[in-house]
């Protein structure tokens, strides 16, 4: 999470701190990534198309796995050799282009921030069977008030972690005690029986879509880890956040795949709350609630402050980009209530929608790195990592373009 807490908010105009070599910087970065990463829509992508297409989303999830390497690599290397945030890369290549970029991710942070707002009524409705609208409503303004007071915010992180040890421990118990068709898993991983490109998306936006891609580097860079010499160091932190998605992705996949697989009854529309019933009862799904709602909350909150401080210049007053953000938070809120559409498939609109954002970010990184090589400070990026990233990135076009019919639908 991204709270004036944290201190992964530091003020534009603010000096970066003198970079000191460790491990601090570097688990916060990764954490940052992944706990932005793992939200409401990552447990919901997960659980739905899982029930989906069974084993064989095995092969999507070791694609993203793929994909979503090629992309921090490359993002984490060239943003961090540069020193320059990405909306200032992009103002660097063309004047204006960065404000582009800045919009792009604001919109794709404002269809995030839309589900996570769905994401927080579905964790109150589970836990005490609440309107989901009701407690979406009551969750804003919770939201609100974490934002506007940094003891809060401290709160939230610690609550937050607490539960996240316990999601990770439901999960791994689930993932054993069910006894999921791992060999099938594997088998389908890399001939599977279906495969879809909306879930490819979904999933791929979910995780490196929007201010998601950003949000490690750009804690790397106020930390002072800039410059050609700390290439090695970036390229280390960003495959660590990646790994650390990932595991949680496929320990939640397997989970599922289990419970499905023995036969459980599981609603398409109620995936992680009966997962996790039939794994561990009324307390486990009641848990499954608390989680989620958190993790909403605590998304709620990121995505909001990472989203206007890429539309708002350095140095730009920090009480106004507050009260801003507080609006952030409130349009969010009155979409999701004026839209009335089930918070699940508002989640699976806003990872297939970054996912189609993707690309364009992506693509003003890698047009840096190989033709304005003088923004990377006498930094040479490896070759293999360019044409890796190339690759990677015409398929990224491809899924946005790909989904763009399925997300019409949705």
């Known amino acids: 999470m991204t709270t004036p807490a944290d201190g992964g908010t530091t003020a534009a105009n603010a000096k970066p701190p003198a ?7 570097m688990v916060g970065a990764i954490f940052l990534m992944a706990t932005s ?17 069974g084993a064989a989303f095995a092969c999507a999830i070791a694609i993203s796995i793929i994909v979503d390497i090629a992309i ?8 961090g050799v540069s020193g320059l945030r990405a909306n200032e890369l992009g103002n660097a290549i063309l004047p204006g282009l960065g404000w582009v970029l800045a919009g792009l991710v604001a919109l794709g942070g404002l269809v995030f921030n839309i589900g996570n707002v769905g ?13 989901t609208r009701v407690g979406a409503a009551i969750s804003t303004a919770i939201a609100i008030v974490v934002f506007l007071s940094k003891r809060a915010g401290v709160a939230l992180d610690r609550i937050v972690a607490v539960l996240g040890a316990v999601m990770i421990g439901l999960m791994i118990y689930v993932a054993f005690s069910s006894n999921p068709p791992v060999g099938d898993a594997l088998k389908q991983t890399v001939a599977p029986d279906q495969f879809s490109v909306l879930a490819l998306t979904s999933i791929t936006g979910g995780t490196v879509g929007g201010y998601i891609t950003f949000a490690g580097v ?21 495959v660590s956040g990646v790994i650390v998605t990932g595991i949680m992705r ?8 289990g419970v499905i697989a023995g036969g459980a009854a599981v609603s398409k529309d109620n995936v992680g709350p009966d997962v996790f019933y039939a794994a561990a009862g009324e307390f486990g799904r009641r848990s499954y609630g608390l989680v989620l709602w958190a993790a909403g909350l605590s998304s709620v909150v990121g995505a909001s402050f990472t989203s206007v401080s890429f539309m708002t210049k350095q140095g730009f007053d920090e009480k106004k980009r507050g009260w801003i953000t507080v609006g ?12 009335q559409q089930t918070p699940q498939k508002l989640l699976i609109f806003a990872g297939a929608f970054n996912g189609i954002i993707l690309p364009i970010g992506f693509g003003v990184v890698l047009f840096a790195a190989i033709f304005r090589k003088d923004l990377l400070k006498g930094y040479k990026h490896p070759k ?9 990135f015409a398929g990224t076009v491809w899924m946005g373009v790909s989904s763009l019919a399925k997300l019409s639908d949705l």
């Not at 921090?72 to 943003?79: E, F, G």
């Not at 293999?384 to 990677?392: E, Q, Y």
């Open 250 to 257: 496929i320990l939640l996949f397997l989970a599922v795949l």
């Open 119 to 131: 994401g927080t009524g579905m964790g109150l409705n589970i836990m005490f069977g609440i309107d």
């Open 218 to 238: 750009h804690r790397l860079i106020d930390a002072g880890h800039t410059g050609p010499e700390n290439a090695d160091y970036l390229s280390k932190s960003s």
């Open 19 to 25: 970079a000191a070599r460790g491990i601090g910087p």
């Open 328 to 339: 952030f938070i409130l349009i969010s809120a009155v979409i999701f209530l004026v839209l």
């Open 384 to 392: 293999w990592l360019t044409i890796f990233g190339i690759i990677v």
């Open 72 to 79: 921090q690599l490359n993002v984490w290397r060239i943003l």
């Open 37 to 53: 990463a793992i939200g409401p829509g990552f447990l919901t992508q997960t659980g739905k198309f899982t029930i989906d297409l």
